[in-house]
């Protein structure tokens, strides 16, 4: 399987997506790493990577000790 796509992609598109949608909203709380993890039947490794490139690219915002959330987009694109 040469074409493959790696299941973090899987991932990372499948939460832009239902953000997208509105099924995830700005400050919702994302479920656990392990729950997501569960979820999408692979490991929490996996689901950090996804989580950890929507952070960097603001869509997501990690509070520590919290959990992670849906970032609120800045006024400019409301």
């Given at each position: 399987m040469p074409n493959a796509v790696p299941l973090w992609r899987?991932?990372?598109d499948d939460l832009r997506a239902r953000i997208k949608a509105g099924i995830l909203k700005p400050g919702?709380?994302?479920p656990s790493t392990r729950e997501?993890?569960?979820q999408?039947?692979?490991s929490p490794v996996t689901v950090r990577?996804?989580?950890d490139?929507?952070?960097e690219s603001g869509e997501l915002l990690?509070?520590?000790g919290m959990g992670v959330f849906v970032a609120i987009?800045?006024?400019s694109d409301r």
């Open positions: 899987v991932i990372r919702d709380k994302l997501l993890a569960d999408y039947e692979t990577k996804a989580v490139i929507l952070i990690g509070r520590q987009p800045p006024a």
